[in-house]
Nanobody, 119 residues
């Protein structure tokens, strides 16, 4: 199993910025892709952005422009920069990754980090 630990969430005023981090750790593994999802209370998780091992990024339509995903391969860490935060961005943000080990692929989820945007 690969463990994902998120950090960087918190309470911020509308118009502010946050950078979420997600570090992957565990025994030997390769990374196919990593990404971020968010979940509003009572709703299913929705994809925000993902990034491949080669650095190709994919964004949900709502995330284009204010969200930027990046990664540091040396640290097995993916980041999500969120600018111009809006109250409607308030959600739990989850890190997800697709990993490979022993010729098998599997995915892992972080525990989630709360982002609260006050108006």
């Amino acid at each position: 199993q690969v463990q994902l630990v998120e950090s960087g969430g918190g309470l911020v005023q509308a118009g502010g910025s946050l950078r979420l981090s997600c570090a992957a750790s565990g025994s030997t593994f390769s990374i196919h892709s990593m990404g971020w999802y968010r979940q509003f209370s009572g709703n299913p998780r929705e994809m925000v952005a993902s990034i491949s091992s080669g650095g190709s990024a994919n964004y949900a339509d709502f995330a284009r422009g204010r969200f930027t995903i990046s990664r540091d391969n040396a640290k097995n860490t993916v980041y999500l920069q969120i600018n111009s935060l809006k109250p409607e961005d308030t959600a739990v943000y989850y890190c997800n990754g697709i990993f490979g080990r022993d010729s098998r692929w599997f995915d892992s989820w972080g525990q989630g980090t709360q982002v609260t945007v006050s108006s």
